[in-house]
């Protein structure tokens, strides 16, 4: 099981990562980040597809065809761990060395977005608010990783959670 988890977890980790350097780039050079969401959460189901392949892989290859719920939602929560740490990881390098103004410029962006889309009052405060706190988490370390966890960890729970209810097949209920 192992072997199946770590393989698979960093394979994930690398394509979840790759698709997030590259879409950041684009997005940062234009500074535009408009549809860079959609890119992100769909690559992250991409990546986490890997989920579903350890997990059927342990079940038809390493235990006779039979997979609990509880050990399938476990390899699954194994794989996008060490998926989402390859990326919160990434991403550390990434922001650090190669854009430290990253969130300066993402949190001007959605304001500027907002305002073209005749966003004004107190729809407006808000979200510049939102942005604050955001900007505040960005000045330590532990902030970024937090929040670059809750980016993408809850994606690979939900993945794990529905490939785990899939693929689990008790002695009772396996097909000749």
Request: glycine share 10%.
């Amino acid at each position: 099981m192992k072997r199946i988890v770590i393989i698979c977890g960093l394979i994930s980790g690398v394509i979840v990562s790759t698709f997030m350097v590259s879409s950041i780039a684009v997005c940062y050079n234009k500074e535009s980040f408009e549809g860079n969401m959609l890119l992100g959460y769909a690559s992250m189901l991409l990546a986490f597809s890997l989920v579903f392949v350890g997990i059927k892989n342990y079940r038809d290859k390493h235990n006779g065809g039979f997979v609990t719920f509880g050990k399938a939602f476990m390899i699954g929560l194994y794989i996008s761990l060490i998926a989402s740490t390859v990326y919160v990881i990434v991403w550390l390098v990434d922001y650090y060395l190669f854009i430290p103004d990253f969130m300066e410029k993402f949190a001007a962006s959605s304001i500027n977005k907002l305002q073209e889309d005749g966003v004004s009052g107190a729809e407006l405060e808000s979200k510049i608010a939102e942005m604050g706190t955001y900007k505040e988490f960005y000045k330590s370390p532990l902030g970024v990783v937090l929040i670059t966890y809750m980016e993408i960890l809850p994606v690979g729970l939900v993945v794990s959670l529905i490939s785990a209810l899939i693929l689990k097949r008790s002695g009772g209920l396996a097909k000749s």
